[in-house]
């Protein structure tokens, strides 16, 4: 064996430096790791690497939520103020007399319920008829499309990617995926992402559950990659830190007496709400709530498919809020869905495919009320028997990123190539 | 005419400068008997001679190479001047120069009679070239060297570490017996190589070569598209754990993601498996003509839109990706002018929708002229334009840039994160050299010092790492069903590496930057473990023992834990990384194995699993 890694007939270059004899300190200082605690030596927990502050971002914790499959916005903010809705949707359709009255235009629907304290304390908005620019209603194509967001462009990466690219890199746990460990468009690109099925499930299978069986692990692993080209060091000590971080979290009782539902988007708030209470520098935070698509049979107002996945949701949100108490004024959730639903119910009693969708978000920080311009349900203000998108979602998310995260107009232009609305926010949520 | 028989015999034929036959010379190939001075018995003392003689046109004969008898069948007696001299005899040919033919005297004939042995002596031979042409096969390296800490130079291993999924103790014996070249080449001859034990369990699966129509026509009447886009993963990991074609498979990934096909994308669910199989077929040949098939293949004309587009709206998609990534590369400047162009010559090429095949639209063509860079064309016609696509993906096939960019690919998947400008400009002459094929960039890659160098120099992404973990096991898909090729491409999603799941028409990058996360880094340990153990669960798993230790256990932990090493990666760990495990597994060197010791059975799995999470695994 030979240690050689210096080959004299590379061509100079910072990727030939980085492949040969650069030093890791050296490197990490390069990429603004300076303040991480690794170096070569013993690696050190990467729980050492975080203060109560995470150093290279600012803004609010932000969590985008999911809801695959295109999420009926017209059952879950009703227009029971619009004449057409009652006669679009004459079975499944909310009545008036049953939503919980946000305006004079909108009812939530009651399953909704447990989100009323969050909406009359204003920790939470809603975007009506928001949607990507021009219809499309393919679920992969619309999802493709929604999260690259980046129509027109060469762009290789997701929204989030981008907007984590903005800032110095962070800790293992900057960028996580909650819930399953396949990672959304968003979050594609080179920003490094975790994905976990949850915080328990989080470790080193070899290793088991003691902390001897870690520090064994640990220290074999560390020794063995001594003298690992740096990247692959760093990744490693990186990973047995952020394994340290996690199995510290210990078992979890959620605060304020929040109750979450035993589901999957219940769990998975639950452990984003650990994570962002253990301030372990969570920047951005996906989950995936599938189970929207509802061709046939989405019940009543009272019963059936849409009533469940709602009240979960709600429950859900609803607990998350509570949970997070104070930490709420600096956390930023926002559903997005790749497309709402026709206005008109099908003869199965469910929802096609359609365009213009409701959005929530739920912070510390948000206006009250039902934002957006409704274009109303009017048969000649319909595209192609679906609400018409006015408001671009990128504009919801825009006004997340300046006022919530502090991006400037500029760097909004970064994370939405081609996007030009950036500078009249709609005002969702307040710096 | 007269027709006229003769037969030479090779006595006679041989007489040509042959000493036994000029005795003889004298009755049988001596100049004609009317020349009023005899033929000398040795011509070559003798001074030309010109004269006017017969000469037995031969119209057809038989030839006995092995007796060199020449028997002409039929022939035409013409009368011509000849020179003779000593036994040879020449004609002027058409510019009037004396010019020796393939006939002798016959003194029975009285006539110039063929013969085919001395035609076949006339006629110059091809000579070969003094040393072979760089590319037509590969050279052995002159010298190996480590570029890791972790590893030694055993060429076997560093050749199935990259031009495969990782050595297996079968595979090891193989490429040793074959050696270095003849196991490269065989590999560049994927079909010269047998592959019956992958392809028994290959036949399980759909046919991946089936005709689209066939495909969409299953699809149509009950196929589940999820099933047809997953036998693709299924039979691509099959091959990846099993086949003896292991190149091949790694080159199918390379193409695969060069001209990325994201997995599941809609549409294409009748169109990948033959997508795949359209690149397996031709990922050695030239460049060319597997562009061209890849730019009419209706799963790239569906993914990249190009079915969409028309004369009217020309969607840019797959006009501009082919500049992009599949050609020249975004660093030439071919400018937003050029992608409209190209879109604009793509136009036509489409699917037909009732049968899923490609098809040639003329209507959806767009007519006028078009220029991209150095290729420009009047495209004056709609039903011409598919001839104006072919010239013009020639045209980029065999543009620099692309030369260059498949170099620094290829390159970079098989030699370094960062090779040498040097080796990257010989690929790429050597790959217009000979008009885009792919083999020879390969085999001067392969014949070159920086490959030699390289070894333990790349960084296993996470689907090759669990690959390799896999082929070190020795596990093998169960023979009842097909759970396990798809739990390992799970296991490498989760990693982040479904090695054709890459949202964006890119392709999985390549280079170790990219995979240094902390998800991928413990997925990959977890997946270690996994496959060490008892997952993917429905395979067939020799016993871990035998496949890392063998029959006889060792004496003390630290012959064990040489013995272990050796088996999985060539050779004993470093001393500091022996000291490691010691201490993991708990025991000093010298502590006496039994076949109750932990490290030899509750505790082997973890053990090994430590080894393959180590840098002797990860680095390749």
């Known amino acids: ?431 | 005419m007269e027709v006229d028989q003769a037969t030479l015999s090779r006595r006679r034929v041989l007489g040509a400068g042959a000493a036994v036959v000029a005795a003889t010379a004298a009755s049988t190939v001596a100049a004609p008997a009317a020349q009023a001075a005899q033929a000398p018995a040795n011509p070559t003392a003798t001074a030309a001679v010109v004269k006017k003689v017969y000469m037995q046109r031969v119209v057809s004969y038989r030839y006995n190479p092995s007796t060199r008898v020449t028997t002409v069948t039929k022939a035409v007696r013409v009368s011509v001047i000849a020179r003779f001299y000593g036994t040879k005899v020449y004609l002027k040919n058409s510019r009037g120069v004396w010019t020796q033919i393939p006939y002798v005297w016959s003194s029975r004939s009285k006539a110039l009679t063929f013969s085919r042995y001395l035609q076949l002596q006339l006629t110059p031979k091809p000579k070969p070239p003094a040393t072979p042409a760089v590319g037509t096969v590969v050279t052995l390296p002159p010298s190996w060297a480590s570029a890791s800490a972790y590893h030694n130079t055993d060429w076997t291993r560093h050749l199935l570490n990259r031009a495969g999924y990782g050595p297996t103790p079968a595979e090891l014996v193989t490429v040793h017996s074959m050696g270095y070249v003849g196991w490269l080449e065989a590999q560049l001859n994927p079909s010269r190589v047998s592959d019956t034990a992958c392809d028994a369990v290959l036949a399980r699966l759909p046919a991946q070569s089936a005709s689209i129509w066939r495909v969409k026509h299953a699809l149509d009447t009950g196929l589940n598209a999820w099933d047809q886009y997953n036998s693709v993963l299924q039979d691509f990991t099959v091959r990846a754990l099993m086949s003896k074609r292991q190149l091949l498979t790694v080159m199918e990934d390379f193409w695969g993601n060069h001209f990325n096909v994201t997995i599941y994308s809609d549409g294409t669910a009748e169109s990948r498996a033959h997508y795949a199989y359209t690149i397996r077929s031709r990922a050695f040949g030239k460049f060319t003509d597997l562009l061209t098939a890849i730019s009419k293949h209706p799963a790239m004309l569906t993914y990249l839109n190009n079915r969409e587009s028309t004369a009217v709206a020309p969607n840019e998609n797959q006009g501009r990706e082919l500049l992009e990534l599949h050609t020249v590369g975004v660093e030439t400047a071919y400018g937003e002018a050029g992608v409209l162009n190209s879109a604009r010559m793509l136009t036509g090429l489409g699917v037909d929708s009732d049968s899923g095949e490609y098809a040639y639209q003329p209507w959806n063509h767009w007519t006028g002229a078009v220029k991209v860079l150095g290729f420009s064309h009047a495209n004056a016609s709609d039903t011409g334009g598919e001839a104006v696509v072919n010239a013009y993906l020639s045209y980029l096939s065999h543009h620099p840039a692309t030369a260059t960019r498949l170099a620094r690919k290829l390159a970079t998947r098989f030699v370094s994160d960062t090779p040498s400008a040097a080796l990257i400009a010989l690929m790429a002459k050597t790959y217009l050299a000979f008009d885009t094929a792919i083999a020879p960039m390969l085999r001067v890659m392969f014949s070159s010092a920086e490959f030699a160098h390289s070894v333990g120099g790349k960084v296993a992404r996470p689907y090759e790492h669990l690959l390799s973990t896999a082929r070190r096991m020795g596990i093998t898909p169960a023979l009842d069903n097909f759970n396990a090729p798809m739990q390992l491409i799970y296991m490498a999603d989760d990693a982040g590496h479904n090695p054709f799941g890459q949202p964006f028409p890119t392709g999985q990058p390549d280079t170790a930057d990219h995979w240094e996360s902390t998800a991928a880094t413990l997925f990959r340990w977890n997946n270690t473990w996994n496959v060490v153990n008892n997952y993917p669960s429905d395979v067939v798993r020799p016993l871990l023992l035998n496949v890392v230790v063998g029959p006889t256990l060792p004496a003390t932990h630290g012959a064990l834990v040489d013995v272990i090493a050796t088996n999985l990666f060539g050779h004993t760990l470093a001393a500091d990384h022996k000291t490691a495990v010691l201490a993991f597994l708990g025991v000093t060197a010298d502590k006496v194995v039994s076949s109750s010791s932990a490290a030899v059975s509750y505790g082997l799995q973890s053990l090994v699993a430590v080894l393959l999470d180590s840098p002797y695994a990860t680095l390749r």
Not at chain 1, 143 to 162: I, K, Q, T, V
Not at chain 1, 337 to 351: L, P, Q
Not at chain 1, 354 to 380: E, I, K, R
């Open chain 1, 1 to 431: 064996m030979t240690e050689t890694t210096t080959r004299p007939d590379r061509a100079c270059c910072a990727e030939a430096e980085r492949a040969s004899n650069v030093t890791r300190r050296s490197l990490l200082k390069a990429v603004g790791l300076g303040t991480v605690a690794i170096a070569a030596g013993p690696m050190v927990g990467m729980r050492a690497a975080f203060g109560a502050v995470d150093a290279g971002w600012s803004g609010d914790t932000v969590v985008v939520l999911s809801l695959r499959g295109g999420f009926d916005g017209l059952s879950a903010v009703a227009p029971i103020g619009d004449p057409d809705y009652a006669l679009n949707r004459p079975t499944i359709g909310v009545p008036s007399g049953s939503a919980f009255q946000l305006d004079s235009m909108f009812g939530m629907h009651p399953a909704l319920n447990a989100l009323q304290s969050l909406w009359t304390s204003n920790k939470l908005a809603f975007v009506h008829a928001a949607g990507m620019a021009s219809p499309n209603r393919s679920h992969f194509a619309a999802m493709d499309e929604m999260e690259r967001a980046a129509p027109g462009s060469s762009a290789r990466s997701g929204w989030l990617d981008r907007t984590l690219a903005l800032h110095t890199v962070g800790g293992p746990f900057s960028a996580v995926q909650m819930g399953s460990s396949s990672l959304p468009e968003s979050l594609a690109g080179p920003y490094p992402v975790l994905g976990m099925d949850s915080i328990s499930g989080f470790n080193l299978k070899g290793a088991g559950s003691t902390q001897a069986g870690r520090d064994r692990w640990r220290n074999a692993l560390n020794a063995l990659h001594v003298q690992a080209p740096a990247g692959l060091h760093d990744s490693a000590a990186g990973t047995l830190g952020a394994l340290d971080t996690a199995a510290g979290l210990g078992t979890y009782t959620p605060g304020n007496g929040a109750s979450y539902p035993n589901v999957g988007v219940g769990n998975a708030l639950k452990n984003a709400a650990q994570l962002i209470k253990a301030q372990v520098g969570v920047r951005v935070l996906t989950i995936d709530l599938g189970d929207w698509d509802m061709h046939a049979n989405l019940g009543t107002v009272g019963n059936g498919w849409m009533r469940d996945n709602l009240t979960e949701l709600g429950g859900a949100l609803k607990a998350f809020a509570t949970d997070l108490g104070p930490l709420l004024d600096s956390t930023t959730l926002v559903t997005i869905s790749e497309f709402g639903r026709r206005v008109a119910e099908n003869e199965s009693g469910g929802v096609d495919h359609g365009w213009g969708n409701v959005m929530m978000v739920l912070s510390g920080h948000v206006v009250q009320g039902v934002h957006g311009t409704w274009p109303t349900l009017a048969p000649t203000k319909l595209t192609q028997g679906d609400l018409t998108a006015t408001t671009d979602y990128r504009a919801v998310l825009a006004d997340i990123l300046v006022n919530r995260t502090g991006a400037s107009v500029a760097q909004v232009a970064e994370v939405f190539p081609g996007y030009t609305g950036a500078s009249s926010l709609p005002g969702v949520t307040t710096a």
